[in-house]
């Protein structure tokens, strides 16, 4: 059965930096475009970053540009969303979610209606 599994969220003071891994197992990665996806408190869920399955592509919220980064290494399965300078209004449960299978696509999808595979989150709170 194809999973996600996100890891590496914690307690960060504003300022710091995280890395949000997302591990796939079942499924291989690199053939989707893969997002990840943020939901605060009494928020709804939104686009942070997105990788084309042909990593030319890479989409970020303005709220992120700058910040922020998505990459992968396929050898390892595994997206990972870098996150500097951090700021209390990045405190969210991370999601990660991949796109049906598009190998190879320059296309990048940021609605998570668009995504059919999502893992079960991991949360990230900036606070001193």
């Known amino acids: ?4 599994a996100e890891s590496g969220g914690g307690l ?13 197992s079942g499924f ?6 893969i997002g990840w996806f943020r939901q605060a408190p009494g928020k709804e869920r939104e686009v942070v970053a997105c990788i ?6 890479t989409y970020y919220a303005d709220s992120v540009k700058g910040r ?7 050898a390892k399965n595994t997206v990972y969303l870098q996150m500097n300078s951090l700021k ?8 990660c979610a991949a796109h049906r299978p598009t190998p190879n696509t320059n296309r990048v999808w940021v609605r998570e209606g ?6 079960q989150g991991t949360q990230v709170t900036v606070s001193s």
Do not use: H, K, M
């Open 12 to 24: 960060v003071q504003p300022g710091g930096s995280l890395r949000l891994s997302c591990a796939g």
């Open 1 to 4: 059965q194809a999973q996600l």
């Open 88 to 95: 209390p209004e990045d405190t969210a449960v991370y999601y």
């Open 28 to 33: 291989t990665l690199e053939y989707n475009t």
């Open 68 to 74: 922020f980064t998505i990459s992968r290494d396929n």
């Open 52 to 57: 084309s399955s042909s990593d030319s592509t």
């Open 114 to 119: 668009e995504y059919d595979d999502w893992g």
